[in-house]
């Protein structure tokens, strides 16, 4: 008996990034902006109760997490 041979089956997988360049961009963004936060929290002067550290640096902070779940979601 002759063996049937089949053609290789071409599977044309189109691969395409869960997220765009535009959402690694703002991503990096949202990075910088966190690490910008945890810097001034830091501080260099040695109140520990500085406007600064204590209501600003954590607001960077905060506005740095949430930058970087809208560009998460953004489509």
């Keep these: 008996m002759a063996e ?3 053609a290789p ?3 044309d997988k189109k ?3 869960v997220f765009t360049k535009k959402n690694y961009q703002l991503l990096l963004i949202s990075i910088a902006i ?3 936060g945890f810097i001034l ?3 260099t002067t040695g109140d520990i ?3 600064r550290r ?3 640096a ?3 902070v905060l506005f740095g997490f949430a930058f970087g779940i809208y560009a998460v979601l953004k489509k």
Aim: net charge neutral.
């Design 34 to 36: 966190v690490v910008v």
């Design 41 to 43: 929290m830091m501080g």
């Design 49 to 51: 109760y500085d406007v």
């Design 15 to 17: 691969t395409e990034l």
């Design 58 to 60: 954590p607001m960077v």
């Design 9 to 11: 089956v071409k599977q």
């Design 54 to 56: 204590t209501l600003i």
């Design 4 to 6: 049937k041979q089949s």
